[in-house]
C-alpha cells in the first residue's frame, strides 16, 4: 500500500540529460526525505542526493556534484532527481527511498523505511 515508483529512466548518450521521478502512493510525502540511489553491476548501492522534508538538499556522492539536482514537488507528492551532463559511469539501476522526518537533514542508506522497485539509467553512445 504505501509505495514508491521511479520513472524516467531510459538510454542517454554522454553529456545528455534525464530527469528521474519518484512519485509515492499510499501515503504523502509531506513529512519524508527522499533519497535518490544508485546501483550499477557489480557494485554496491550508493547514495546519490537526498532532500530534506524542509526541501534542504544533501550530497551522497561528490562524483555528480554540480551535473544532478535534486527537488521535491510537494502538491504533486513527486521528487525528482534531473541528471545533467550524464557519464557512462552514471550506468545504474536508481531507486528512490523514503523515511519520515521533520528536520532538515538526510541520514544514510539504512535509515529509509520505504523503497522504489529501481529505474534503468544506460548512458552509452
Known amino acids: 500500500q504505501l509505495q514508491l515508483v521511479e520513472s524516467g529512466g531510459g538510454l542517454v548518450q554522454p553529456g545528455g540529460s534525464l530527469r528521474l521521478s519518484c512519485a509515492a502512493s499510499g501515503f504523502t510525502l509531506d513529512y519524508y526525505a527522499i533519497g535518490w540511489f544508485r546501483q550499477a553491476p557489480g557494485k554496491e548501492r550508493e547514495g546519490v542526493l537526498c532532500v530534506s522534508s524542509t526541501a534542504g538538499s544533501t550530497n551522497y556522492a561528490d562524483s555528480v556534484k554540480g551535473r544532478f539536482t535534486i527537488s521535491r514537488d510537494n502538491a504533486k507528492n513527486t521528487v525528482y532527481l534531473q541528471m545533467n551532463s550524464l557519464k557512462p559511469e552514471d550506468t545504474a539501476i536508481y531507486y528512490c527511498?523514503?523515511?519520515?522526518?521533520?528536520?532538515?537533514?538526510?541520514?544514510?542508506?539504512?535509515?529509509?523505511?520505504?523503497w522504489g522497485q529501481g529505474t534503468q539509467v544506460t548512458v552509452s553512445s
Open positions: 527511498a523514503a523515511r519520515r522526518a521533520y528536520g532538515s537533514n538526510c541520514s544514510g542508506l539504512r535509515w529509509y523505511d520505504y
